[in-house]
């Protein structure tokens, strides 16, 4: 007779826990991220992974051929709107201990984005934040609804608070995040 060896629940728990090497934080750098980095911080402490970030640049302003206008959009544009983008990239990278060479900023569409970079990186968990959208909003879509229909691995949907409180220290990552986060260090 064979007997089917079962897993203890302390098994089942140590084997879940190793089961995250590589997380991608996804952000877009709105004043609620400071509560998905905070719940980012976490989760690679509590697995012991690697962190990554992304930052799909979505809203920059374009070249528009037609009129002859240009604007130089690479890594070493000198626009100041993209000077700031890495300068928060930055920031928070190096509060959380992020190495540089797992920091991006990308342009693009960001949902296809995040699941193209989660992909070659061999990523097995993405942490996104998602305002919940409701009606007509979520029938459009939404970045972390992109992600967890498209993605290969694992997804981690944070739900963004309506309103961020300061009840938890995150080094000084606050201020960069808009400006107008001087109270929640």
């Not at 009129?67 to 130089?72: L, V």
């Not at 989660?118 to 972390?144: C, F, M």
Request: with cysteine; aromatic share 4%.
């Amino acid at each position: 007779m064979i007997r089917k060896r079962s897993i203890e629940p302390h098994q089942l728990e140590e084997k879940i826990m190793e089961s995250y090497q590589h997380i991608l934080l996804a952000l877009d750098f709105s004043e609620p991220d400071i509560y998905v980095i905070r719940k980012a911080r976490r989760f690679a402490e509590m697995f012991g992974a690697k962190l990554s970030i992304i930052h799909v640049l979505d809203n920059i302003p374009m070249p528009d051929m037609a009129y002859g206008t240009k604007i130089q959009l690479d890594k070493n544009s000198g626009d100041e709107l993209l000077e700031t983008e890495k300068s928060k990239l930055k920031h928070i990278g190096d509060e959380l201990g992020v190495s540089p060479s797992c920091r991006w900023m990308v342009w693009g569409v960001p949902g296809p984005e995040i699941v193209r970079l989660a992909n070659e990186k061999v990523v097995d968990l993405i942490i996104v934040g998602s305002h919940g959208r409701h009606g007509l909003a979520l029938l459009l879509g939404s970045t972390a609804n992109s992600v967890l229909h498209h993605a290969a691995c694992d997804v981690m949907a944070i739900r963004l608070p309506e309103e961020i409180t300061g009840d938890e220290p995150v080094g000084d990552i606050a201020p960069h995040m808009s400006g107008q986060l001087g109270g929640t260090k």
